[in-house]
């Protein structure tokens, strides 16, 4: 049989296949290298891309990473989303949100927080990067907060206090996934940390919602 004639690629898949393969070459490239030696013609060269297409999709380095990390989150959302389709029932209650605070977990063990500390660290000191991020991460954590309320139970997603509790919740996954970095926990330790926390969490809503009817009387 004759081999089916190949339908050619619109300009818009071409471009949106370049965006693409930037993205992945800036990631490649913080992760290997750092922020430091994340040039715009590395990730050019890394993409083998040229100077025009870099420009025409990120006119500045800045607005090139912090694009990275919203690419990397939006994987990151289709496969949490995937995951949930494991998650127990909603009646499991308990088993449930230990589920749902262990997705939560793994956000911060891979390759999308890498990345984010590699600019955080570099923005403090980024004038260009630093109001670009912090407008960035204020969606993400927007994005996170929507998605964590679809996958916890009823009881938990209805909670007056999850709001606060989420923010609690990812400050303490921050700063724990920063000390895995560093130390790598050869002995479990966040391991352990990770499952009291589990079990503290319910404590955490109910605080976060007396917190939160004390400022509002």
Same mark, same amino acid.
Request: aromatic residues 6%; charged residues 30%; glycine residues 4%.
């Given at each position: ?8 690629? @619109?300009?818009?898949?071409? &471009?949106? /296949? ?7 070459? %800036?990631? /490649?490239?913080? $992760? ?6 994340? @040039? ?9 891309? +040229? &100077?025009? %297409? ?7 380095? +800045? ?31 308990? %088993? ?15 390759? *999308? ?21 912090? @407008? ?6 927007? &994005? $996170? *907060? ?10 938990? +997603?209805?909670?007056?206090?999850? /709001? &606060?509790?989420?923010?609690? @919740? ?13 130390? =790598? ?6 391991? /352990? ?7 503290? *969490? ?14 509002? =009387?």
């Amino acid at each position: 049989m004759p081999e089916a004639a190949r339908v050619p690629r @619109t300009q818009q898949q071409r &471009r949106d /296949e370049t965006r693409r393969a930037l993205l992945d070459a %800036a990631v /490649e490239s913080l $992760i290997e290298v750092g922020f430091a030696r994340t @040039t715009t013609l590395e990730v050019q060269r890394r993409a083998n891309a +040229s &100077r025009g %297409a870099l420009l025409h999709h990120f006119p500045s380095k +800045s607005e090139l990473l912090v694009a990275a990390i919203d690419h990397l989150a939006e994987m990151r959302a289709r496969e949490l989303k995937m995951l949930a389709a494991q998650l127990p029932d909603e009646r499991a209650g308990r %088993a449930r949100t230990d589920a749902v605070l262990e997705l939560l977990w793994q956000c911060f063990t891979g390759t *999308f927080f890498q990345v984010s500390m590699e600019l955080r660290t570099a923005a403090r000191t980024d004038p260009e990067l630093r109001p670009v991020l912090v @407008t960035a991460e204020r969606a993400l954590r927007d &994005r $996170i *907060f929507a998605q964590a309320k679809t996958l916890f139970g009823k009881d938990v +997603s209805e909670h007056p206090g999850l /709001e &606060r509790a989420l923010d609690f @919740t990812l400050q303490f996954m921050i700063g724990a996934a920063m000390t895995a970095v560093l130390h =790598k926990d050869d002995g479990g330790r966040l391991r /352990e940390l990770m499952d009291d926390f589990k079990t503290l *969490f319910p404590t955490v809503l109910t605080n976060a919602t007396t917190k939160r009817r004390k400022v509002t =009387k």
